[in-house]
């Protein structure tokens, strides 16, 4: 079932956007009501009209009846513009012009320029599978170094590298084998299978944006069920699908009932046949098998993180929303063990003054929005459940900020107590705003002990941590203690299974077990395993409080798990770096992305103004400077114009461009501002070393370079 | 069939050490025919003896022939040793103790520091598949860091990044659908499956190596199918199952006949379960099938480079030497396209002057050994195809020598006639020694234009490069005219298969079949697709040789490919890199690895030298600065005695150790000469991270800073 999936991790995959819509539109019930008293008044004015004319009153009396209920007429359109405008503004895909004008051309853009293509294209491609082209390839291997740099460096995080290929007995044990679903209904005749959720979802959307004659109370109803769309079951979501009507879109045959469709790539591992593995789901579970192991190379301490980049896979049952929702895709993983009982985090005060947009639980469920709050505050007051989390909450938000997401449109979005699994003590999302609206990009939970707890279980090894004390401490123990030589005379063959039962007995239990033999000398003890009922007596066990010392504490660590999936936060700071601004001829809109140093594919390209050998020697001259500083740059040496090249290399987002127009000296053009200053060719390269490893800025070079005015160039 | 294997790519995820063999043990054969001549003396005389002994001949007599006895079963005895000790010389792995001693070294260290674990251990693990801990995972980055740098960055490639999940149709046109199998054999009752050609292989050396009694004949035909068992067909590897009477290892039940068994992971991508997937087992697929769209990226101009890294999959019939093979495993692959009629490369004097060991086919079939040729002279003598070849030869020797691998256990080994694909040019293998023998690490094939070719074919788009002519070129065409009127009278439903017959000559046979015609007027001529001959008169077909203009040429580029195995260069970097050495009081060995800085995992650690504050918050500065200049680093503040510190950080490699002992000055060592000079607090992190990234040497600190008697250590 849906609902069960929010208990496996990891959640983010889910896109939230149905759960956002139920808060924000509530202001459309007005317009609904507005446009059904319209209804009603049309209606009676019609009748009226009728009544008027078939009476044979005056024309005068008619022309005012008419002239009312054009005006009725005009209300109504007006209304309904309204309410498309609405629908439009709330992002339901669809609807929204400019979101999806804007949304073309970036993707035209990206995949004109090779970002990413769709896999296997000459073969007509693969739903949900995408390349990563040249440029592409280059943003993602730079946002992935950072992540690095970021978190694993900076928290001397243990990084561990498993394999995608898994065994059953790891995501039988995670869940995954039994809950990680999709419900699938399939066309009863031609077997093509569609999401159950997404029909659903589809036909709400269509009868909310296009049929306006629908009831207030119908228009309601609906909306409350796309916000609760991953709530429902199975039954719940078949008995909706009949309800409606729903048939198969593309040939409208009747739909089967809805059944779960396991969403892993499943294979044999081996020749036999007989071992069944599984691509996995996510790279956590490599680092939680591991666990024993990384706590004794961490000298068996806490806290301690370990961190994984990798693939992972989930067989979509069909793909939508481009790169967003893709069947193979790079995960990078934090799973950060803890003592539960200490969730202080060292560092906590390096972010705690950080101030961004958060949308608590609070806000969500009374139906305000997201705000921007001070994280220490949200610590302190509680919203965020300890300070572990909120360091991460916080060191999440440097990250995706200095990539170059947009402040403005990033939220963390706190979970819903029912998207929560049961034993999460709190969850966060970093939302990024995009065309598709509200994307889930990383999410940040403290999952408690549930996943070591898993593996212990089904593999017999215990995953836990041990505090020693400084001192031993002195604590007081039930001792159960059967004497087995009379439960053997008293019970013959079943005496093991008594055994058992006695010392399984909680405190409680054997307690009011002691008071009974001490006043009554003997009791009734059900033996489960036995089925039946046995008589103890009251020499048959010992019973006692023992005081003990213990030397250490034994417990399973907690884990706060931030993960991130690469491909949606790439796609996001695709958008949020797009913009175009008209040609020098303002004849057409060139296309520009402004990507920081950091993550642009190419950091510098370089161009001889005119061919010519010798200003070609010194492309390559500068070219030989720059690959030995590491800087990525590529030559353009064809007879194009100036402007034309500058065009080409912002529309990939390359931030500076070095311009040969002379032996000594070139000019060196910044992308966004289009500035240039002159610099000595010996130069050239190291002042964009400088620049694009963040030892020196734009603005010091604009203010320490001469000026170059773009007589140079056609600009 | 295996030999099938040889033409797919990439051939070098199979290991080659059954081929060596053969030439290089040639020798053994004197010491089996010394054993043999030995033992028909040995029975002579021991048949002497008897004769003397029953003839009661005189004791001095007798007394001679027992010594003369005695003599010759010394002489055995010698034999004997020799030839152990030559096969275990040969490293047929099982033989050589002392290999085996120091591969368990290697391994248990490897294992206990967590470079690497068998993946879900507290599973029982699975065969074939392991984890990079979090030492292992960091000299993977930094290799896979410092091959983007190495060739992507350096050569301007184009990277790219595809799935793993790959669709059946690409595949199918690549050939590893049909053809990438190995050869198995099933236990008849318990099913267990084997390798067939692992079993004859193990039959083959153990009789060689225990069985003594062999004769020479014999050992020669084992020894010869050793050498070509990569060559044998299934009938040939089931008929020598037969004859040698092989029984599954496990239980003795008899095998099956061998049969094809494919090595890719299957899958079923999308709900239906009717699109068959597989996972990739080579990354090259993914560039070939976008050939178009990159050719298009880089200007529509030749030669350019794509490259990717990522993970492939092998489904081994049963893994074994550990790391080396594998289930999953990261390759890093280059496809150089280029001009098949122009294989020269802008770079290549910068390697034509290297010299290493080369082993090309001649001294192979020769019984020659590897030996050291000056790059330049083995391409200009024709050794080595052509210029782009031997340039990423070179490339690939700076590449792994810079990694840490030893040049004098590193050799580039050219296929042999029947090893290579029959469409590909050349291929030479870069193969490192290793306690398990030379292993292929790298491929470097010349594969034509088969690749694109085959994609061409299947998709049916055109993967070909056009060369565009500065001016017209004139050109003679040979056109072949068929009148179809008249040969449809003639030939009636035949028509258009005698059409297309004509169509399809070869320019000799149609120039024989015009003078034929213009002579005789008639010719016979032979339809295959019809299976017999027709009689053609010359007024069926005009034949005539036109010239044309042409301003391009359109052709197929040829692929250069070299080819990483990423796990296997570091598993023999591994090797490489470790010694050990006494310790302080020799009671013990200690071990360390001699990484470079450039793949070392951790570049430094920090010591406070006592527990105490003051050095505490000195070592947390350095580590701030360290972490600021992206130098990766441990502090550790143990009590241990630094003497042990070092020991532990020599053993993960730690290229320096800075042990604070003061609040001003710190002192730096040297890992591998356990020098230390003393450099201030506040310039440690800058040092470190100058030689780290080769701006500076250890030579030159040593001469530059104060020197640093051992007195505050206990080395």
């Keep these: 079932m849906l609902h069960l999936l929010h208990s496996l ?3 983010f995959l889910l896109s939230s956007s149905s759960r956002v819509i139920f808060t924000r539109s509530m202001a459309s019930i007005d317009l609904r009501k ?9 209606e009676s004015q019609a009748n009226a009209v009728r009544q008027l004319k078939s009476s044979a009153a005056a024309k005068s009396e008619i022309d005012a009846a008419v002239e009312a209920l054009n005006a009725l007429k005009l209300e109504k359109s007006t209304i309904e513009r309204e309410i498309h405008a609405q629908i439009n503004s709330e992002g339901n895909g669809e609807g929204n012009v400019n979101k999806e004008a804007f949304r073309q051309a970036v993707v035209n853009t990206l995949e004109r320029r090779l970002f990413y293509i769709p896999s296997f294209k000459i073969y007509r491609g693969v739903a949900g599978l995408y390349d990563y082209g040249p440029p592409g390839c280059s943003v993602k291997s730079n946002v992935l170094a950072f992540w690095r740099q970021h978190f694993v460096l900076e928290e001397n995080m243990l990084e561990v590298d498993c394999p995608c290929v898994t065994p059953e007995v790891v995501l039988k044990a995670s869940g995954h084998v039994d809950k990680f679903t999709d419900l699938m209904v399939k066309d009863d005749k031609t077997g093509t299978c569609y999401r159950a959720d997404h029909l659903l979802k589809d036909f709400c959307n269509e009868k909310l944006q296009k049929d306006l004659t629908i009831s207030l109370d119908k228009a309601a109803e609906l909306k409350h069920l796309l ?7 199975a039954e719940e979501l078949g008995a909706k699908i009949k309800e409606f009507g729903i048939v198969a879109p593309d040939t409208k045959n009747p739909l089967s009932d809805p059944y779960p469709f396991n ?12 071992s069944t593995g599984y691509m996995r789901p996510e790279t956590a579970q490599g680092i939680f098998v591991n666990f024993r192991d990384l706590y004794y190379y961490n000298g068996s301490k806490l806290p301690f993180a370990a961190a994984q980049i990798g693939q992972a896979f989930r067989n979509e049952i069909s793909p939508r929303q481009g790169l967003l929702r893709v069947r193979e895709f790079t995960l990078a ?3 950060h063990f803890v003592d539960p009982e200490d969730k202080s985090h060292p560092k906590y005060s390096e972010v705690a003054d950080l101030e961004f947009f958060m949308f608590p639980r609070q806000e969500q469920v009374s139906g305000q929005s997201a705000k921007r709050i001070r994280l220490g505050e949200a610590v302190s007051k509680g919203i965020v459940n300890n300070e572990t989390l909120g360091y991460f909450i916080g060191r999440v938000y440097l990250f995706l900020t200095r990539l170059g997401i947009d402040k403005e449109r990033l939220r963390f979005r706190q979970h819903l107590a029912n998207e929560m699994a049961h034993y999460a003590a709190d969850c966060w999302d970093a939302e990024i705003e995009s065309s598709y609206g509200w994307i889930e990009c990383v999410g940040i939970a403290d999952r408690s002990a549930y996943d070591l707890r898993a593996h212990s279980e089904k593999s017999g090894v215990q995953l836990v941590a041990q505090e020693k004390f400084s001192e031993p401490k002195e604590v007081e123990k039930l001792v159960i203690a059967p004497v087995k030589k009379l439960l053997g005379q008293a019970f013959k063959g079943s005496q093991k299974n008594v055994v058992e039962a006695l010392e399984a007995m909680k405190e409680k239990e054997a307690l009011d077990m002691k008071a009974t033999l001490e006043s009554k000398g003997e009791v009734e003890f059900e033996v489960c395993t036995l089925g039946k009922t046995v008589t103890i ?3 048959m066990v010992s019973i006692q409080k023992e005081k003990k010392k213990e030397h250490q504490r034994v417990f399973t660590p907690s884990v706060i ?5 690469i491909g949606r936060i790439i796609y996001c700071l695709f958008e949020h770096s797009f913009y175009t601004r008209p040609s020098k001829g303002g004849d057409e809109q060139l296309n520009v992305f402004r990507f920081p140093p950091l993550v642009a594919p190419i950091k510098c390209t370089v161009f001889p103004l005119v061919q010519n050998q010798k200003f070609e020697e010194v492309a390559k001259f500068i070219s030989k400077s720059l690959t030995a500083a590491g800087i990525s740059h590529r030559i353009d ?8 090249r500058y065009a080409r290399t912002d529309e990939l987002g390359v931030p500076f461009a070095i311009t040969v127009d002379s032996t000594t000296s070139v000019t060196l053009r910044e992308r966004d501002s289009k500035d240039q200053v002159r610099v000595d060719v010996e130069n050239a390269a190291s002042v964009v070393r400088e620049i694009t490893e963040g030892q020196t800025t734009w603005t010091h070079v604009w203010s320490t370079f001469p000026h170059q005015s773009s007589t140079t160039t056609d600009e």
């Design 9 to 11: 991790r990891p959640s």
């Design 34 to 42: 507005a446009l059904s008293d319209n209804q009603s008044a049309l």
């Design 227 to 233: 916000a609760t769309l991953d709530d429902l079951s």
């Design 263 to 274: 969403l892993m790539f499943q294979t044999s591992i081996g020749p036999s046949g007989s």
């Design 333 to 335: 993983e934090i799973e």
């Design 537 to 539: 007596t009251k020499n």
């Design 561 to 565: 798990e931030p993960s991130f999936g």
């Design 637 to 644: 040496i064809t007879g194009t114009s100036i402007g034309k």
